[in-house]
């Protein structure tokens, strides 16, 4: 069990560059993959970003280039970089600690972006 508490939302600009961080509450390093997933209203979840045990990041299409995940195994924290934001980046933003079939998630950060 982990308990995933993501930090960093709120209203931003389009063209801003917030970061988002997820603490979890114990060792991330057993996990196969931590990730980032986001939920527009009216949308379904999807996956924006994940970064493998190894430190191996794949990336959703339309924020290649953009956004950046990063992993601390010794902080316990998974983090985001976001940058040149679109109005369309709009959502909640949920961490995913993934092991096997397991997945964990935080109860998500809000980013709204202006346009």
């Known amino acids: 069990q982990v308990q995933l508490v993501e930090s960093g939302g709120g209203l931003v600009q389009a063209g801003g560059s917030p970061r988002l961080s997820c603490a979890a509450s114990?060792?991330?390093?057993?996990?196969?993959?931590m990730g980032w997933y986001r939920q527009a209203p009216g949308k379904q979840r999807e996956l924006v970003a994940f970064?493998?045990?190894?430190?191996?990041?794949t990336y959703e299409e339309s924020v290649k280039g953009r956004f950046t995940i990063s992993r601390d195994n010794a902080k316990n924290t998974v983090s985001l970089q976001m940058n040149s934001l679109k109005p369309e980046d709009t959502a909640v933003y949920y961490c995913?600690?993934?092991?096997?079939?397991?997945?964990?998630w935080g109860k998500g950060t809000l980013v709204t972006v202006s346009s």
């Open positions: 995913n600690a993934a092991f096997y079939s397991l997945n964990y």
């Open positions: 114990g060792s991330i390093s057993r996990f196969n993959s």
């Open positions: 970064i493998t045990s190894g430190g191996s990041p």
